[in-house]
């Protein structure tokens, strides 16, 4: 789906996907196919490598519609990306006002549509950037989870 979102956009940028589904070789054989010179495959990317690419990308998406918090949102948000997510009640929860989100049933043209949008404001994606960067630190940090738990055991105690 990102790919086929891509297609539509007019940019130069180039679209870089990172991980790997081992188990899913008819969809990765379609991926490659579709790759040309803006897009570039991966694979899996750890340490230093995905820390730069995540600091790096001018936008981050996580289109997943399953799940609960995911980490690599939170490492998004916390390196200062502007991310787009899929409207997963989840997905929604994390990025609060700190992200722009999708339709997921609109697939391949929702997203597009919110990606051509948001490329096109720059001032946006730094305020994004920026509440992302805020939110994940406030809500998400080491402290903040540490916290929260303590709470929660002190509550349970009275």
């Known amino acids: 789906m ?34 040309g010179e803006r897009v570039i495959l991966t694979g899996y990317v750890f340490g230093e490598g995905y820390r730069e690419l995540a600091r790096n990308a001018a936008v981050f998406v996580v289109p997943t519609e399953v799940g609960g918090t995911h980490p690599v949102l939170l490492e998004a948000m916390a390196a200062g990306n502007a991310v787009v997510v899929n409207d997963h009640a989840p997905n929604l929860e994390v990025v609060g006002d700190a992200g722009v989100s999708y339709h997921g049933e609109d697939g391949a043209r929702g997203l597009a549509a919110v990606l051509a949008e948001l490329l096109q404001d720059p001032e946006r994606i730094a305020e994004l950037r920026r509440r992302a960067r805020q939110r994940a630190r406030r809500l998400y940090s080491w402290e903040a989870v540490t916290n929260a738990y303590e709470a929660l055991a002190r509550s349970l105690t009275k």
């Not at 539509?8 to 969809?27: F, N, S």
């Open 2 to 35: 990102l790919a086929e979102a891509y297609a539509q956009l007019q940019t130069d940028l180039k679209l870089v996907i990172v991980g790997d589904a081992p188990y899913a070789d008819d969809y990765k054989a379609g991926l490659a196919a579709f790759a």
